[in-house]
């Protein structure tokens, strides 16, 4: 009976150095699983989709010069040339996508996330054409024109600046939403002919074109989710909109009469070619945080 006690005993004192031995390792190893921090600097990568299905081109015509000799020839030359020019139309693309981000977070509660995020994309076919033919009667005269214009947009490049406001639906899972600014390279061309029904003896044929390549400001929003799988990696998902400023190209169809030597100019028009860009993109992307 004696023996049984002391074995008794010493089974519950080496339970016991088993228990304060656990809780003396476990004390030294730190707090099990701490609560992420998503405070500080973050550099990433990214690629996915965009669309532009509402790129909209408003080509405007108006009379810029008659000649006062053909009073009445010259006005309906004029007035015709800026019906051909006036025009209203849309582009539609899509491809895809690729570039970076960097930013900065500030976690300002357990669930308030603000922060700054910049990214650059390059797009691909980005190329996109559009064609027209119209005839226009002269208001006096039997005579009309026809009239063509053959518009090709390319959207090179996009970036943002932009805010962010995020929720932390997990200590691990940020919903969040941006808005700033935003900017795009854009490139236009535009191609106008206009024949005069006498033919080119009496009157050539009208033939210019255009070509601009310009960097457009603009603003941006959008909305994604963010997931902390590792303390200092995270992949995301997001969805961004860019609306940039209008790109326009002036130009002139000016009509000549070509039975005289010198030629002598008859009427023109002026012409306004103005593309307002708006874009639509998904991105998957991975970032590094450096907290």
């Given at each position: 009976?004696?023996?049984?006690?002391?074995?008794?005993?010493?089974?519950?004192?080496?339970?016991?150095?088993?228990?304060?031995?656990?809780?003396?390792f476990?004390?030294?190893?730190?707090?099990?699983?701490?609560?992420?921090?998503?405070?500080?600097?973050?550099?990433?990568?990214?690629?996915?989709?965009?669309?532009?299905?509402?790129?909209?081109?408003v080509?405007?015509?108006?009379?810029?010069?008659?000649?006062?000799?053909?009073?009445?020839?010259?006005?309906?030359?004029?007035?015709?040339?800026?019906?051909?020019?006036?025009?209203?139309?849309?582009?539609?693309?899509?491809?895809?996508?690729?570039g970076?981000?960097?930013?900065?977070?500030?976690?300002?509660s357990?669930?308030?996330?603000?922060?700054?995020?910049?990214?650059?994309?390059?797009?691909?076919?980005?190329?996109h054409?559009?064609?027209?033919?119209?005839?226009?009667?002269?208001?006096?005269?039997?005579?009309?024109?026809?009239?063509?214009?053959?518009?090709?947009?390319?959207?090179?490049?996009?970036g943002?600046?932009?805010?962010?406001?995020?929720?932390?639906?997990?200590?691990?899972?940020?919903?969040?939403?941006?808005?700033?600014?935003?900017?795009?390279?854009?490139?236009?061309?535009?191609?106008?002919?206009?024949?005069e029904?006498?033919?080119?003896t009496?009157?050539?044929?009208?033939?210019?074109?255009?070509?601009?390549?310009?960097?457009l400001?603009?603003?941006?929003?959008?909305?994604?989710?963010?997931?902390?799988?590792?303390?200092?990696?995270?992949?995301?998902?997001?969805?961004?909109?860019?609306?940039?400023?209008?790109?326009?190209?002036?130009?002139?169809?000016?009509?000549?009469?070509g039975?005289?030597t010198?030629?002598?100019?008859?009427?023109?028009?002026?012409?306004s070619?103005?593309?307002?860009?708006?874009?639509?993109?998904?991105?998957?992307?991975?970032?590094?945080h450096?907290?």
């Amino acid at each position: 009976m004696e023996f049984q006690k002391t074995d008794m005993k010493k089974i519950v004192l080496s339970l016991m150095m088993t228990v304060v031995s656990s809780f003396t390792f476990s004390g030294s190893m730190g707090p099990i699983n701490p609560e992420p921090n998503w405070t500080g600097f973050y550099l990433g990568a990214n690629a996915g989709y965009w669309s532009s299905q509402d790129n909209k081109v408003v080509t405007t015509g108006s009379t810029s010069y008659i000649n006062q000799t053909f009073p009445l020839g010259a006005s309906n030359i004029a007035s015709a040339l800026a019906q051909v020019a006036t025009n209203n139309f849309s582009l539609h693309s899509n491809g895809f996508l690729g570039g970076g981000q960097v930013g900065y977070n500030y976690q300002q509660s357990k669930q308030v996330l603000l922060g700054l995020d910049i990214s650059f994309d390059g797009l691909t076919d980005s190329d996109h054409s559009y064609a027209l033919q119209k005839v226009v009667n002269l208001m006096d005269f039997e005579e009309y024109y026809v009239g063509a214009l053959a518009v090709k947009q390319k959207i090179n490049y996009l970036g943002t600046v932009s805010a962010r406001l995020g929720y932390l639906y997990h200590p691990t899972f940020l919903i969040f939403g941006t808005g700033g600014f935003a900017y795009g390279n854009v490139a236009l061309d535009a191609s106008w002919t206009a024949h005069e029904s006498l033919g080119p003896t009496v009157f050539p044929a009208i033939s210019i074109q255009n070509n601009l390549s310009k960097t457009l400001p603009g603003w941006t929003a959008g909305a994604g989710v963010e997931w902390l799988f590792k303390p200092n990696w995270s992949a995301k998902i997001d969805y961004t909109y860019y609306r940039l400023n209008n790109l326009n190209t002036p130009a002139v169809l000016a009509q000549r009469n070509g039975a005289e030597t010198p030629t002598v100019l008859w009427g023109s028009a002026a012409v306004s070619t103005a593309l307002t860009p708006s874009i639509g993109s998904v991105r998957v992307g991975i970032n590094y945080h450096f907290t």
